[in-house]
């Protein structure tokens, strides 16, 4: 009903910026929000930040805050992961995902999205 694709990663030194894409397809029409992912080796999937449809609203993990920005164009159906002042610890496959009912009471969490992309994968040398 819905396809994402994660586009915009890459290897980049550390302090670097990377944007990355999440473009989507199909019935997008009732989308209440897209949130962003993502997983280290060994580790678990870990929120990063979302963005409410209905008003822009942004929420970012304590993190990445202050470092990467969400934001989406209706027009392309995109939304985007500004990453800035990228760190090693950053490094990790990204994934955006989208669900369609809200509102979301546990968008922190990954069980429950409707819908999700393949994946790009960022590495921040140091």
């Known amino acids: 009903q819905v396809q994402l694709v994660e586009s915009g990663g890459g290897l980049v030194q550390a302090g670097s910026s990377l944007r990355l894409s999440c473009v989507a397809s199909?019935?997008?029409?009732?989308?209440?929000?897209v949130t962003w992912f993502r997983q280290a080796p060994g580790k678990e999937r870990e929120f990063v930040a979302t963005i409410r449809f209905s008003n822009d609203q942004t929420y970012y993990d304590d993190s990445v805050k202050g470092r990467f920005t969400a934001s989406r164009d209706s027009a392309k159906n995109t939304v985007y992961l500004q990453m800035d002042n990228l760190r090693p610890e950053d490094t990790a496959v990204y994934y955006c995902a989208a669900i369609m009912r809200g509102p979301v009471r546990k968008y922190r969490q990954p069980g429950g999205y409707d819908y999700w992309g393949q994946g790009t994968q960022v590495a921040v040398a140091s």
């Open positions: 199909g019935r997008t029409s009732r989308t209440y929000a």
